[in-house]
């Protein structure tokens, strides 16, 4: 009796996947029309305008320099950003803001990679640098339904982008921070519970500080990431009393990122890259 011959197992295809920015670029669209339409945000369509212009731009004349490929995606997730993030007297705010941000993509670098969170470091800059520009936290406000409707996107593109462990480990240290500092004042839970249900830092969780470009590639290093982040945004809020405290964690996070990822032995994170390993991520992505 013969056996029959076992079958040759030929390895798995490799996921495909949309680039995630596409699905970034969505739902920031969809949030910005929300606000403008239905909960009266004070946004202008030429405040988007010359922040979008400057934007994409500015990323088309540092490709031409720097002779790499233009990636208007990238900008216009930064550009959308901005509008949804950042209020000015003026206009020219705005677009400096827009220049920073996009710049500092090719100006400041280390590893091969951008330091800094573009849309986080424009705003830092032109809040630190001039009176004229601020950020826009209480436009949001505290309703929880609005919260759960920015959560739901921004899980679902941080999902996209194998990133959703950020937000989540962020999100979840500074609430362990705001709820240990309620028990030890005595202050009535309901006001860290308001805290966390502040549109702008659940947008900040979900849409700036989980950009895979400037996280780490390795898990471990990302959760020290995400965590150590959480610290500082207590520290800078609670006391040095900097009500952009978030936005200026993540610029000092980012600073020091490239140093810890002198350890960082994962794949660099492309966004073009369509060949995912299922075991570099967290949360598995469904085949297309």
Not at 7 to 35: H, K
Not at 52 to 57: F, L, Q, V, Y
Not at 125 to 146: D, K, N, Y
Not at 236 to 257: I, N
Request: aromatic share 12%; glycine share 4%.
């Amino acid at each position: 009796m013969t056996r029959a011959a076992n079958p040759v197992r030929t390895p798995a295809a490799p996921e495909r996947r949309l680039d995630p920015r596409i699905f970034q670029i969505a739902a920031l669209s969809s949030l910005l029309a929300f606000g403008a339409f239905v909960r009266a945000f004070n946004i202008e369509l030429i405040e988007f305008m010359i922040i979008a212009i400057t934007a994409i731009s500015t990323q088309w004349i540092m490709s031409m320099i720097f002779a790499v490929r233009f990636e208007a995606k990238s900008a216009m997730i930064t550009a959308l950003s901005l509008t949804l993030l950042l209020r000015a007297e003026a206009l020219w705010p705005l677009a400096a803001a827009a220049f920073i941000a996009i710049a500092s993509k090719f100006l400041v670098r280390a590893g091969g990679k951008h330091v800094f969170n573009p849309a986080n470091i424009a705003i830092v800059a032109m809040t630190l640098a001039t009176s004229q520009a601020w950020t826009t936290p209480g436009q949001w406000g505290t309703a929880v339904w609005l919260a759960a409707l920015i959560a739901g996107a921004g899980s679902f593109v941080a999902w996209r982008a194998s990133r959703l462990d950020v937000p989540l480990i962020f999100l979840g240290v500074f609430a362990a921070l705001l709820f240990a500092r309620a028990i030890w004042l005595g202050d009535p839970l309901s006001i860290p519970m308001l805290r966390l249900q502040n549109g702008a830092l659940v947008l900040f969780a979900f849409f700036m500080i989980s950009d895979p470009k400037t996280t780490p590639d390795g898990l471990p290093l990302r959760m020290a990431f995400a965590g150590g982040t959480a610290v500082l945004a207590y520290l800078f809020v609670f006391h040095l009393y900097e009500s952009d405290g978030v936005f200026y964690a993540l610029a000092v996070a980012c600073l020091v990122r490239p140093l810890i990822e002198l350890f960082d032995r994962a794949r660099r994170y492309e966004w073009r890259d369509n060949s995912i390993s299922p075991d570099e991520r967290p949360f598995r992505i469904p085949a297309e």
